[in-house]
């Protein structure tokens, strides 16, 4: 019923798009809260901003797809930018792979995403080393959004419809009484409500465990290396991504307000997918791991490797991983508890989709636009994991 009274945690992009659905669809009793004390202060604001829908399963394709009409044709402007995605193969083995979730994605209505041969991959990216390479994959409404502008529209909306954004509040316990969420606990007072949401992201797991749920969400330590070109990029760079080690690269901006969308053009971020990184809450930028993305460079894209790495502009973040790699949403074994977290990477690209699926999850009882059923926490217990390997 819109007439609850609904506290949402976690101020990033995910919190921010379930409070603006939830007031679009006329909830009115909403509070946010962020322990932080500005929004986007945690894993969104270290977002490089990537949107695909080159997925594996069906449901991460549906989430992307329904996330980029979305932003399409949304009045506030995020900055899309269809830039495309481009995925490398260096064996056969990956390049079926590639073929068999293109074809998935393109049954499912991504109609723009095509095979590519290394004779169109060096014209799309000139300079890049192929000789190890067999083929690949090149989405074209694949791209880039400012994920702050994203997370400003969201909370434009929400607070126009009468949200409340409490910054600086840092939640210490989720109270349930005979099996029903009774109220939120901070440092500066109780919350009675009718309804919890967590978007906490990587810290969503000790808030979950004060409500009795055991959720299985793990922060890890993503790092981006920010480097400084010599010479300017090739015209409408894309996303390039090398299936074997994740190793990606893609032109850097500043998100931050009145910057070029394009970016400067002498600019790109390098990252990969570091295997040996274990679970940590860290978010301080190694400087070893410039040498090791460099590695990659080098082999990769050589007309990058005389770039010089601006280490006050490279950062770290935090993914927050489930088992699977795919997000939990939906409610649990606590009347009135709801869980959006666990997006392991894509919580920015998916945080449309997810919004809505909450606020008609909350006021509905169930997603109606998009079946989210397989992202029920239920899954884990219930071993009916879903498998994605395509993720950076």
């Known amino acids: 019923m819109p007439d609850r009274k609904i506290v949402i945690i976690g101020g990033g992009v995910v919190g921010a798009s379930v409070a603006?659905?939830?007031?679009?669809?006329?909830?009115?009793?909403?509070?946010?809260?962020?322990?932080?004390?500005?929004?986007?202060?945690?894993?969104?604001?270290?977002?490089?901003?990537?949107?695909?829908?080159?997925?594996e399963t069906e449901i991460n394709i549906?989430?992307?797809?329904?996330?980029?009409?979305?932003?399409?044709?949304?009045?506030?402007?995020?900055?899309?930018?269809?830039?495309?995605?481009?995925?490398?193969?260096?064996?056969?083995?990956?390049?079926?792979?590639?073929?068999?979730?293109?074809?998935?994605?393109?049954?499912?209505?991504?109609?723009?995403?095509?095979?590519i041969d290394t004779e169109a991959i060096?014209?799309?990216?000139?300079?890049?080393?192929?000789?190890?390479?067999?083929?690949?994959?090149?989405g074209l409404r694949d791209g880039f959004i400012n994920p702050l502008a994203l997370l400003e529209g969201f909370i434009t909306g929400a607070v126009s419809a009468g949200t409340r954004v409490v910054t600086s509040t840092n939640v210490e316990s989720i109270s349930v009484d005979h099996g029903r969420v009774r109220n939120v606990r901070t440092a500066s007072g109780t919350l009675e409500c009718d309804a919890v949401v967590i978007c906490s992201g990587p810290w969503a797991r000790p808030i979950a465990a004060t409500a009795g749920v055991d959720l299985p969400v793990t922060p890890q330590r993503r790092q981006i290396v920010w480097a400084q070109t010599e010479r300017q990029l090739p015209a409408g760079l894309p996303m390039v991504i090398d299936l074997e080690d994740g190793f990606h690269?893609?032109?850097?901006?500043?998100?931050?307000?009145?910057?070029?969308?394009?970016?400067?053009?002498?600019?790109?971020?390098?990252?990969?997918?570091?295997?040996?990184?274990?679970?940590?809450?860290?978010?301080?930028?190694?400087?070893?791991?410039?040498?090791?993305?460099?590695?990659?460079?080098?082999?990769?894209?050589?007309?990058?490797?005389?770039?010089?790495?601006?280490?006050?502009?490279?950062?770290?973040?935090?993914?927050?991983?489930?088992p699977d790699h795919h997000a939990i949403i939906g409610g649990c074994e606590v009347e009135g508890l709801y869980l959006a977290c666990g997006f392991s990477g894509h919580g920015v690209m998916h945080s449309p989709a997810t919004g809505r699926a909450l606020s008609e999850i909350i006021l509905d009882g169930e997603a109606k636009f998009l079946d989210v059923s397989s992202l029920h926490i239920d899954r884990f217990a219930n071993g009916r994991l879903l498998r994605e390997t395509g993720f950076i």
Not at 68 to 91: M, P, S
């Open 122 to 138: 060096s014209a799309v990216v000139p300079g890049l080393n192929t000789d190890d390479i067999v083929g690949g994959s090149f």
């Open 62 to 115: 549906l989430l992307s797809l329904y996330s980029l009409e979305f932003l399409k044709n949304w009045d506030f402007d995020c900055e899309y930018d269809a830039r495309g995605y481009l995925f490398l193969a260096r064996d056969q083995d990956q390049l079926l792979y590639l073929d068999a979730t293109r074809f998935r994605q393109q049954d499912l209505g991504y109609d723009d995403v095509y095979p």
């Open 20 to 55: 603006y659905h939830l007031a679009e669809r006329g909830a009115r009793d909403i509070v946010l809260l962020e322990r932080a004390d500005a929004l986007g202060a945690g894993s969104t604001g270290k977002a490089t901003g990537g949107i695909r829908a080159q997925f």
């Open 249 to 322: 690269f893609r032109p850097a901006r500043d998100f931050s307000f009145g910057s070029n969308r394009a970016g400067s053009g002498y600019e790109v971020l390098f990252a990969y997918s570091d295997r040996d990184e274990g679970p940590s809450e860290s978010t301080e930028f190694d400087e070893a791991f410039v040498e090791k993305v460099y590695q990659r460079a080098r082999h990769r894209a050589p007309f990058l490797a005389d770039s010089s790495p601006v280490l006050e502009k490279c950062r770290a973040g935090l993914y927050e991983n489930t």
